[in-house]
C-alpha cells in the first residue's frame, strides 16, 4: 500500500481543520505575511510540523504531483483561515 498526495492532504485538511475554528487559533497557528493577506502556517506549531513532515514525504512523488500536494496545502490552509475569521467579523457584526 503505497500513501497517495489524496492521502496527505486528507491528513493535512482534517488536522487543519480540527484545530483552527476560532481566531485566537487562526492567530495561534497562522501569521499574515502579505498585502493582501494571505495567511502561512507557524512552523513551530503542531500543524506546521505535520505541514512540513508532509513535504518531506512528498519528496517521493514526481515533481508535479509533490508541487500540486504543497500549492494545495499552502491554499487550503489560507482559504480556511480566511473563512474563519470572515464568518467571525459576519457574526460580530450581527
Known amino acids: 500500500m503505497s500513501i497517495t498526495s489524496k492521502d496527505m492532504l486528507k491528513v493535512f485538511t482534517t488536522e487543519v481543520v480540527e484545530n483552527i475554528r476560532t481566531p485566537e487559533s487562526v492567530e495561534e497557528y497562522a ?8 495567511y502561512e502556517l507557524r512552523i513551530t506549531t503542531t500543524i506546521g ?5 508532509l513535504r518531506s514525504l512528498s ?10 500536494l504543497v500549492r494545495a496545502m499552502d491554499t487550503f490552509f489560507d482559504k480556511h483561515c480566511k473563512n474563519i475569521l470572515e464568518v467571525n467579523d459576519m457574526v460580530e457584526g450581527e
Open 31 to 38: 501569521r499574515c505575511v502579505s498585502e493582501p493577506a494571505f
Open 49 to 53: 510540523g505535520a505541514y512540513w513532515a
Open 59 to 68: 519528496i517521493q512523488l514526481s515533481y508535479e504531483e509533490g508541487n500540486s
